[in-house]
């Protein structure tokens, strides 16, 4: 098991940046691959980014050069810089775990962080 909380959303305007964090807790951290997806009012959740445990990385074309992705296995914890924010980026942002990268999302989900981005 791993548990997750994130933290780091609020509001900014447009062309503004945030970080995000998930804090995680539980079995080895090291192990497992992480995600960030996000969930509009009414949608599904939607794939953001993902890092492997090898550090490999992956984006939606949406974010592509405007989010990035990072981890840092010493502090149990995974990152999502947001830059150059758009009001379509306004959503609830969730960290995902899985035990492989083609297997995210898995089967751990934190509560998510509000991310509202104003035009």
């Known amino acids: 098991q791993v548990q997750l909380v994130e933290s780091g959303g609020g509001l900014v305007q447009a062309g503004g940046s945030l970080r995000l964090s998930c804090a995680a807790s539980g079995r080895t951290f090291s192990s497992y691959a992480m995600g960030w997806f996000r969930q509009f009012p009414g949608k599904e959740r939607e794939f953001v980014a993902r890092?492997?445990?090898?550090?490999?990385?992956g984006y939606a074309d949406s974010v592509k050069g405007r989010f990035t992705i990072s981890r840092d296995n010493a502090k149990n914890t995974v990152y999502l810089q947001m830059n150059g924010l758009k009001a379509e980026d306004t959503a609830v942002y969730y960290c995902?775990?899985?035990?492989?990268?083609?297997?995210?999302?898995?089967?751990?989900w934190g509560k998510g962080t509000l991310v509202t981005v104003s035009s």
């Open positions: 995902n775990a899985a035990i492989q990268y083609n297997r995210l999302p898995g089967d751990y």
């Open positions: 890092i492997s445990r090898s550090g490999g990385i």
